[in-house]
């Protein structure tokens, strides 16, 4: 006869004890608290093409309402694949190589679950997406980061050498990255080819903000270099593509050898997408080219927002690619950056991201995020606010 131990409540061991809900959970939920104007998670305010909206609608219309084939919609996997060889002369087998996700975030986590076991070690460059160490610890690996400084963020890679073990399993490198807006240069390509080359280290590529690059800066994907292509899961996302994060469908691409993995968590996982979105992107896609507007698009967000906020006493932060404007404020206050983005809510009714719920130590360079993915009248409002710290 079995006795069960009788308990008042059930003791669960945490997979992840230090991880709190993310800072855009937090920073999004104070902002509507206190009516701030939100330029902390990074989503835009204005709506997306209303011609795929109707796309959407009629799609469902058109009964494409039930499950679309695991690894996605044929005819989206082909476009894709498509637009991946024109841009980077990179081909991918839209069949083996490419799937689509329920967004970039479920592409990142999925690429780490079908790789990482116990104690294999990630190696990140922070300050950092910040599902990436939660998401490694959470299958049991060890995040090994690598901390970049403002303003530059450069990466000493001599240095990031020393970070490699024989237990190093992964690399996770995002360009144009999130949050300091900085771009890979050739110098960065040539160390990661260098450090990877005669190993079995893969490398997960988040290149959600590809079409977010700036001053005429050309995207380095990673799959236009075949040395580091053949180790490399690449994920992306339609949400920026589209100026609709909600919608949550995103996608990976990588080598049948890396896909077939990735395909047997991702089977059990989501199993697929949401089907009337994949028609109507696909259709959508094959009819307009909005790839080459974004950029131009974006980077006059970019200079009108840091034209006004050079009338601020912030200082402005290098900004190379995606929806992100750094600054620091050494010139306002020495609060940590956490009480300063609170303050800044409740007081001045603006909401931003303090970095340092980007470093595992969280480390605090006294830097905020803003998001300028915004309306010109919402970037106005914003600063005038900010004016007058
Ligand atoms: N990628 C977005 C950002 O950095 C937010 C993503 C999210 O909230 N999950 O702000």
């Known amino acids: 006869m079995f006795f069960i131990r009788q308990?008042?409540?059930?003791?669960?061991?945490?997979k992840l004890p230090n991880t709190k809900t993310t800072i855009f959970t937090e920073m999004s939920a104070l902002a509507r608290e206190y009516n701030a104007i939100n330029l902390s998670q990074g989503f835009p305010d204005f709506d997306c093409d209303p011609e795929l909206v109707k796309l959407i609608s009629k799609k469902m219309e058109a009964g494409h309402n039930q499950y679309a084939p695991m690894a996605g919609v044929p005819e989206l996997n082909r476009i894709i694949s498509n637009k991946i060889a024109s841009a980077h002369q990179s081909v991918y087998d839209p069949e083996t190589e490419i799937t689509i996700t329920a967004g970039g975030t479920q592409a990142i986590f999925t690429a780490i679950a079908s790789i990482i076991r116990q104690n294999d070690e990630v190696?990140?460059?922070?300050?950092?997406?910040?599902?990436?160490?939660?998401?490694?610890?959470?299958?049991?690996?060890?995040?090994?980061?690598?901390?970049?400084?403002?303003?530059?963020?450069?990466?000493?890679?001599?240095?990031?050498?020393?970070?490699?073990s024989v237990n190093t399993k992964m690399i996770i490198i995002n360009s144009p990255h999130n949050p300091t807006g900085r771009i890979l240069n050739d110098t960065d390509i040539k160390e990661l080819i260098n450090?990877?080359?005669?190993?079995?280290?893969?490398?997960?590529?988040d290149e959600v903000y590809e079409h977010l690059i700036y001053d005429e800066n050309e995207h380095k994907s990673?799959?236009?270099?075949?040395?580091?292509?053949?180790?490399?899961?690449?994920?992306?996302?339609?949400?920026?593509?589209?100026?609709?994060?909600g919608w949550k469908v995103g996608y990976c691409c990588a080598p049948e050898l890396l896909m077939k993995e990735f395909r047997k968590i991702h089977q059990f996982q989501v199993f697929s997408v949401n089907a009337p979105m994949q028609?109507?992107?696909?259709?959508?896609?094959?009819k307009n080219d909005i790839f080459s507007e974004l950029p131009k698009f974006f980077q006059e967000k970019r200079d009108y927002f840091r034209k006004l906020m050079s009338e601020t006493k912030f200082t402005l932060l290098p900004c190379d690619g995606s929806y992100f404007q750094n600054v620091t404020y050494e010139n306002i206050t020495?609060?940590?950056?956490?009480?300063?983005?609170?303050?800044?809510?409740?007081?001045?009714?603006?909401?931003?991201?303090?970095?340092?719920?980007?470093y595992s130590k969280t480390t605090d360079y006294r830097s905020l995020r803003f998001c300028f993915a915004k309306k010109q009248e919402t970037l106005e409002k914003a600063v005038e606010r900010l004016i007058k710290l």
Not at 195 to 205: F, V
């Open 334 to 358: 020495n609060l940590k950056d956490i009480d300063f983005a609170i303050k800044l809510v409740k007081e001045n009714q603006v909401a931003s991201i303090p970095n340092s719920a980007f």
């Open 279 to 286: 028609y109507a992107f696909a259709e959508y896609l094959s």
């Open 195 to 205: 450090i990877t080359k005669n190993t079995d280290i893969l490398i997960l590529s």
């Open 222 to 245: 990673l799959c236009k270099y075949p040395e580091l292509k053949e180790r490399t899961f690449i994920t992306a996302s339609f949400g920026k593509l589209f100026h609709a994060t």
């Open 123 to 164: 190696i990140i460059f922070e300050p950092a997406y910040d599902s990436y160490a939660p998401t490694v610890k959470a299958f049991g690996g060890l995040v090994k980061p690598y901390e970049m400084a403002p303003p530059h963020f450069e990466i000493n890679w001599d240095v990031v050498k020393k970070l490699i």
């Open 7 to 14: 308990r008042t409540v059930i003791n669960i061991i945490s």
